[in-house]
């Protein structure tokens, strides 16, 4: 299996400039060849066989000023895609969504090259990383890599470089078995409600830091197009809003590698994310908590550890009774507790949890003596997480 380990780099002011130089040949080359197959066709009607950008690629190469510093097989990397892009515009055609023509890469808007063969081009040189085209990069090993190399993609974000290496690694064993199953409502309030009666609190990392940047954007507008004022006040802006989601894909991380260490099997709804957003009043927040991004996260972290995830229907998951089904009645958003004729008392979301695990098919039985749920540090911005209140 594949596994990702991105590092920091440090380059040079002189390396900077070539990694910029050759960031931005790249984005030419992109271009060209977006140009080549989109014309040919209005034109001629005629298609654009790979081999042909490829040779156009080493045209590129020969020509073009400072795009010699491109490695070859960065180039080829750009031209394949290219086509990727186009196959996807096909594929969405056929299947009848928003086909989305592949567009030109404005500065700024392509931020990243590969080399695709690692230790031909790129290679480590002691502790350095050592680029075709730009010498040996200082990086930050905050952690050992796993596994072969096999490609490694430079990147550039919020003014800073990375390096992101893919490795070819052995999939790891299970984990030991735990014999627990557990039910997971994520919702707003509270990040996420368990079958168990557990509440994780919402960090709102986003919010939390909203008024930081609402100054550092207001100081982007007010500078002047083209200054260098202007590009400083951009960095800041990215740099802050690289903060925030770093901060809330570390937290995700945590919590979803506490659950899949902790359960067996984990049932979560099928939500439709992208639908829900066109909700305005909630939208922020929807997006603040990174549903999508903790499904992603505890999908992949439970293939890996030998557990099984199941999406159940989210249709009236809270809307009925986890006892004996029956409907509520007068049920809406500022319903939080919910009551029923055969003596169900319960908090909403636990309620909601506890029908996703019936709807999995796993047993319901809460155990006894659960231990409190993950609790992250949120650096001061969450809470801890709380147990239900019981009536």
Known sequence: MLRSYRYRLYPSAAQEKNLRLILD???GLY????????Y????????????????????????????DQMFSQTAQS????????????????????????PRFKGRGWYNSFLFKQFGVGAKLDGRRLKLFGIGRVRVRWHRPIEGEIKTV??????????????????KPDPLPSTGRAVGIDVGISALLTTSDGEKVAHPGY?????????????????????SQNRRKALRAVQRQQAHVAAQRADYLHKLSAYLV??????????????NMVRNHPLSKSILDSGWSAF????????????REIAFVDPAYTSKCCSACGAAFQDFDLSTRWVECDCGLSLDRDHNAALNILSRAGWDTSVPENVTPLFAPSAGGQGQASVRSPRL
């Open 25 to 27: 040949a790249c984005r």
């Open 153 to 170: 993609r430079i990147q550039h974000k919020a003014s800073q470089w990375y390096a992101c290496f893919a490795c070819e690694v052995e």
């Open 78 to 101: 750009v031209i394949e895609q290219v086509d990727l892009a186009f196959q996807a515009f096909f594929r969405r055609v056929k299947a009848g969504e928003t086909p989305g023509y």
């Open 206 to 226: 986003y919010r939390a830091g909203q008024q930081k940047l609402r100054v550092l954007q207001r100081k982007l507008a007010r500078a002047q197009r083209g």
């Open 261 to 274: 260490r902790n359960f067996d099997c984990i049932a979560l709804e099928d939500l439709r994310v992208n």
């Open 31 to 38: 271009n060209l060849a977006l140009a080549e197959r989109k």
């Open 40 to 67: 040919a066709y209005q034109l001629e009607g005629r298609g654009v066989s790979k081999a042909e950008l490829y040779e156009l690629a080493r045209h590129y190469r020969q020509t073009f000023p400072y795009a």
């Open 295 to 306: 499904r992603q996260y505890l999908t992949y972290k439970a293939e890996s550890a030998g």
